[in-house]
């Protein structure tokens, strides 16, 4: 009932952050762990300053600079020797519980990946809505609710029996995927083992101007290379057809944000694309509209 676990923590140029993130991890109330900080070629004293805390289970990985998060991860993960792994972003905190809770409940349910409960909260860490609406735990083979993003799903409320995140690639480390891989990992994993749902809060994630997901120039076009991807694996038919939709309504929407740059014929390459994989004529002229605004 005490397996080792992995807990991977990813940063970039974050002291004052990541420092708050680890002592959320060393807060656990669950005590066997060890911690790989993954530094992505720092230069503001982060891996120095990590390097002073007294705990040996907290390791620092100086990385050269990839700007990739998923090679980070990666990079994190193959250096532990954990049954499980868990993530945590540099700017994020987990509840002291989180990993008590979730690997109880594994062990007990006998399930190789879960997920649970999130909230998010401003820089001051004051909780604030959740822009991605109220949480929904689905247990089971999930990935029809994570193609609709009906179960929605936070890489620091995951854990993952490590042989299926080696079975299913780890990380897609593709740079058409930045800031997506998160998703596009949780898909491999639905279409690969049954998932643990809890509906406790488990992890706190920071709004913030420097979050990387703010960093997102054509967000979309990650997204629909998400779909794009998820389609070469020949999922079940009923899959296909969500995987199509929701393709085409990512690439329309980035046809959007091109027309809105004056960025014409990428726009009409994009709803090109939208149209053969499906996307209605009416909604295709109304995208037009809205980027011609």
Same mark, same amino acid.
């Given at each position: 009932?005490?397996?080792?676990?992995?807990?991977?923590?990813?940063?970039?140029?974050?002291?004052?952050?990541?420092?708050?993130?680890?002592?959320?991890?060393?807060?656990?109330?669950?005590?066997?762990?060890?911690?790989?900080?993954?530094?992505?070629?720092?230069?503001?004293?982060?891996?120095?300053?990590?390097?002073?805390?007294?705990?040996?289970?907290?390791?620092?990985?100086?990385?050269?600079?990839?700007?990739?998060?998923?090679?980070?991860?990666?990079?994190?993960?193959?250096?532990?020797?954990?049954?499980?792994?868990?993530?945590?972003?540099?700017?994020?905190?987990?509840?002291?519980?989180?990993?008590?809770?979730?690997?109880?409940?594994?062990?007990?349910?006998?399930?190789?990946?879960?997920?649970?409960?999130?909230?998010?909260?401003?820089?001051?860490?004051?909780?604030?809505?959740?822009? *991605?609406?109220? /949480?929904?735990? @689905?247990?089971?083979?999930?990935?029809?609710?994570? !193609? &609709? $993003?009906? +179960?929605?799903?936070?890489?620091?409320?995951?854990?993952?029996?490590?042989?299926?995140?080696?079975?299913?690639?780890?990380?897609?480390?593709?740079?058409?995927?930045?800031?997506?891989?998160?998703?596009?990992?949780?898909?491999?994993?639905?279409?690969?083992?049954?998932?643990?749902?809890?509906?406790?809060?488990?992890?706190?994630?920071?709004?913030?101007?420097?979050?990387?997901?703010?960093?997102?120039?054509?967000?979309?076009?990650?997204? *629909?290379?998400? /779909?794009?991807? @998820?389609?070469?694996?020949?999922?079940?038919?009923? !899959? &296909? $057809?969500? +995987?199509?939709?929701?393709?085409?309504?990512?690439?329309?929407?980035?046809?959007?944000?091109?027309?809105?740059?004056?960025?014409?014929?990428?726009?009409?390459?994009?709803?090109?694309?939208?149209?053969?994989?499906?996307?209605?004529?009416?909604?295709?002229?109304?995208?037009?509209?809205?980027?011609?605004?």
């Amino acid at each position: 009932m005490h397996p080792l676990i992995t807990v991977v923590i990813p940063t970039y140029n974050r002291l004052a952050l990541v420092q708050q993130a680890v002592a959320s991890v060393v807060a656990q109330t669950y005590t066997h762990w060890e911690l790989m900080v993954a530094d992505d070629g720092s230069d503001d004293g982060s891996a120095e300053s990590l390097a002073t805390i007294k705990d040996s289970r907290i390791k620092i990985l100086a990385l050269p600079h990839s700007g990739n998060i998923a090679v980070t991860r990666n990079a994190g993960a193959r250096a532990g020797k954990g049954a499980w792994l868990a993530f945590l972003d540099s700017d994020d905190l987990w509840i002291p519980e989180r990993l008590e809770i979730q690997v109880t409940k594994m062990m007990q349910e006998n399930k190789r990946w879960g997920y649970g409960g999130f909230e998010l909260m401003d820089k001051d860490m004051h909780m604030i809505p959740n822009k *991605a609406g109220a /949480y929904y735990p @689905f247990s089971g083979w999930i990935a029809k609710e994570v !193609l &609709t $993003t009906e +179960a929605s799903i936070a890489i620091g409320a995951i854990l993952i029996e490590r042989t299926l995140f080696e079975e299913s690639g780890g990380f897609n480390d593709d740079p058409e995927l930045l800031y997506r891989e998160d998703y596009e990992l949780v898909l491999r994993l639905a279409l690969k083992a049954e998932a643990l749902a809890i509906p406790d809060l488990l992890l706190r994630i920071r709004e913030h101007g420097g979050r990387s997901t703010n960093a997102f120039e054509y967000g979309h076009d990650r997204t *629909a290379f998400v /779909y794009e991807h @998820f389609l070469r694996q020949h999922p079940e038919k009923d !899959l &296909t $057809t969500i +995987a199509r939709k929701r393709l085409a309504t990512s690439l329309a929407e980035s046809a959007v944000q091109r027309m809105r740059r004056g960025k014409y014929m990428d726009a009409v390459n994009r709803l090109g694309k939208a149209l053969i994989h499906g996307d209605s004529l009416r909604h295709l002229l109304s995208v037009v509209r809205r980027g011609l605004k």
